[in-house]
């Protein structure tokens, strides 16, 4: 499989602050990796490195061949943030018009909604389950209905990759459940890639395929499956830490 | 019949016309600045233009010819001073309104002669606004909403989720200069009709009015332009009739309208 997105050693500063030192890993198209690590080991900086909204201070990133700085298909990739962390929830914006604004990186200046637009945001609605919602203001809906409406706006573009940083952070268990069921479903039956920031290492488990651990600088990177029978990782993790993070729990 | 008279005043058509352009450009970027929590910007732009009207009064050029190049640069330092010096956005704002209006204040204590017009663009009066005025703000009200128009989405997209905009390709400094520029010419555009101490309230009262109403950001773009317009339209009228200075009557029309959105969201 070829690689559609390669790291090769980078680093991150914050001021003299190194978050991120020396990183490289191959992500492969319909891997669903799982990006773990502690508090502040660099996850969200890693994303947001990847997807352009960070400098790197060393290192080099290509996205589907060509390097970041020069890649310019940002339809490819679907970024679903950390709940809400950056938006206004009392933004005046209906279920339909958050999820067209996902539409905007396929759309050249001046950039219009066209109805074929329009028809392709009802059609991801219904898939969704959503419909009924369309007219409502985020604010109105739950946790589960506002993370299906950016997971919408991730998808209308059609990605080939999805990133995620932390999903389930607001989702009770019943709603996290399904809302993993459906990335599962869009990695195996879609081949969408998917890159997912995750406290819950044994939960991932249950969907990825590979593990991403970083702790400011890469600890592992490779098969869930392998991992769990590494040496070098049970001398890290100690054997308790490492056989947490393989349980893979319901 | 007295209304039909006073639509054939040459006055009051100039006024209506200038008006209406202004009311929209300011209801349209209200809504921008509003929800990124940008609203004193008009503020300190007004007490930036107070300067440059000055400064074209000390020089004896047109004012507004001054005004708008001088208003937009204070636009660009505004951002450039949050973004550069790690200064908040609120107190940038701060910094160059102090600078705008102490140098009107010192300007006019130079002059000795022209404290009676400068003090007049503190209230504006659109009743007194000249053709070439019109003309001026028309041309640039159509700049504006041409601008509003084709970076529509853009501007949306990078007002709900600036960091999600700029994954979806779109440049969101160049976004956020041109929103500036933009509210930098509905600023000085907007002095001749409510003057400086009143133009912020043009731009933020249509704007929460349409927050208090809106089911969707096009909506609420719909709703704050038509509060804006009738709230000018109305203005001008009571004003006439009632001899009252019509900046702020305007303004305070605007505030009745925002008052009624606000309580028919309470009881419905």
Same mark, same amino acid.
């Given at each position: 499989m070829p690689a559609i997105i390669e790291a090769k050693n980078i680093s991150v500063n914050y001021g003299s602050s190194e978050a991120l030192k020396n990183i490289s890993f191959d992500i492969e198209k319909g891997d669903f990796v799982g990006l773990a690590g502690s508090n502040g080991a660099g996850k969200t900086t890693l994303v947001k490195a990847l997807l352009g909204l960070l400098p790197l201070t060393t290192g080099k990133i290509e996205l589907f061949g060509e390097s970041e700085e020069r =890649?310019?298909?940002?339809?490819?990739?679907?970024?679903?943030?950390?709940? =809400?962390?950056?938006?206004?929830?009392? =933004?005046?914006?209906?279920v339909e018009e958050v999820i067209t604004l996902g539409l905007l990186s396929t759309k050249k200046f001046p950039k219009r909604i066209t109805a074929a637009d329009r028809k392709k945001t009802k059609a991801l609605m219904a898939e969704l389950g959503i419909t009924e919602q369309a007219k409502k203001m985020l604010s109105e809906l739950s946790g589960g209905q506002q993370q299906k409406v950016l997971l919408g706006r991730a998808l209308i573009s059609e990605p080939e990759v999805l990133i995620f940083d932390e999903p389930s952070t607001a989702l009770d268990p019943n709603s996290r459940d399904a809302f993993f069921k459906l990335l599962q479903t869009l990695n195996q039956e879609k081949g969408i890639t998917i890159i997912l920031i995750t406290h819950d290492t044994g939960y991932i488990g249950k969907y990825a395929n590979k593990l991403l651990y970083i702790d400011r600088e890469l600890i592992y990177f490779g098969k869930f499956s392998e991992f769990c029978a590494d040496h070098k990782m049970k001398s890290y993790f100690g054997e308790h830490e490492q056989h947490i993070i393989c349980h893979q729990h319901d | 019949? $007295?209304?039909?008279?006073?639509?054939?005043?040459?006055?009051?058509?100039?006024?209506?016309?200038?008006?209406?352009?202004? /009311?929209?450009?300011?209801?349209? +970027?209200?809504? #921008?600045?509003?929800?990124?929590?940008?609203?004193?910007?008009?503020?300190?732009?007004?007490?930036?233009?107070?300067?440059?009207? @000055?400064?074209?009064?000390?020089?004896? &050029?047109?004012? #507004?010819?001054?005004?708008?190049?001088?208003?937009?640069?204070? *636009?660009?330092?505004?951002?450039?001073?949050? $973004?550069?010096?790690?200064?908040?956005?609120?107190?940038?704002?701060?910094?160059?309104?102090?600078?705008?209006?102490?140098?009107?204040?010192?300007?006019?204590?130079?002059?000795?002669?022209?404290?009676? %017009?400068?003090?007049?663009?503190?209230?504006?009066?659109?009743? /007194?606004?000249?053709?070439? $005025?019109? &003309?001026?703000? @028309?041309?640039?009200?159509?700049?504006?909403? /041409?601008?509003?128009?084709?970076?529509?989405?853009?501007?949306?997209?990078?007002?709900?989720? $600036?960091?999600?905009?700029? !994954? !979806?390709?779109?440049?969101?400094?160049?976004?956020?200069?041109?929103?500036?520029?933009? !509210?930098?010419?509905?600023?000085?555009?907007?002095?001749?009709?409510?003057?400086?101490?009143?133009?912020?309230?043009?731009?933020?009262?249509?704007?929460?009015?349409? +927050?208090?109403?809106?089911?969707?950001?096009?909506?609420?773009?719909?709703?704050?332009?038509?509060?804006?317009? +009738?709230?000018?339209?109305?203005?001008?009228?009571? *004003?006439? #009739?009632? %001899?009252?200075?019509?900046?702020? !009557?305007i303004v305070m029309i605007n505030v009745v309208f925002f008052g009624l959105a606000f309580v028919y969201k309470k009881i419905a």
């Open positions: =890649f310019n298909d940002w339809q490819k990739i679907g970024y679903l943030p950390q709940k =809400f962390s950056t938006i206004n929830v009392l =933004f005046p914006a209906t | 019949m $007295e209304i039909i008279n006073f639509l054939q005043y040459s006055f009051i058509q100039r006024a209506f016309v200038a008006g209406v352009f202004v /009311a929209v450009i300011c209801s349209a +970027l209200g809504l #921008f600045l509003v929800l990124r929590k940008m609203s004193l910007i008009g503020d300190g732009l007004s007490h930036v233009s107070f300067g440059a009207i @000055a400064l074209g009064l000390f020089f004896g &050029i047109y004012p #507004f010819y001054i005004a708008i190049p001088l208003v937009i640069l204070a *636009s660009i330092l505004i951002l450039k001073i949050s $973004e550069k010096a790690q200064v908040y956005g609120d107190a940038a704002i701060g910094v160059v309104s102090a600078i705008g209006i102490s140098s009107g204040i010192i300007l006019a204590g130079l002059s000795h002669g022209f404290n009676v %017009d400068l003090f007049s663009y503190l209230f504006g009066n659109i009743l /007194a606004i000249s053709n070439i $005025e019109v &003309i001026l703000s @028309a041309l640039l009200s159509i700049i504006v909403m /041409a601008a509003v128009y084709f970076f529509y989405w853009d501007l949306f997209s990078a007002t709900f989720d $600036e960091e999600y905009a700029k !994954t !979806t390709g779109i440049k969101t400094a160049f976004i956020n200069n041109l929103l500036t520029v933009l !509210t930098a010419v509905t600023v000085v555009l907007s002095i001749r009709m409510v003057g400086v101490m009143l133009v912020s309230a043009l731009l933020i009262l249509p704007a929460v009015t349409a +927050l208090q109403l809106s089911r969707g950001f096009k909506t609420a773009m719909t709703i704050g332009a038509v509060a804006s317009l +009738l709230s000018v339209i109305l203005g001008i009228s009571f *004003s006439f #009739f009632l %001899d009252l200075p019509t900046g702020a !009557t």
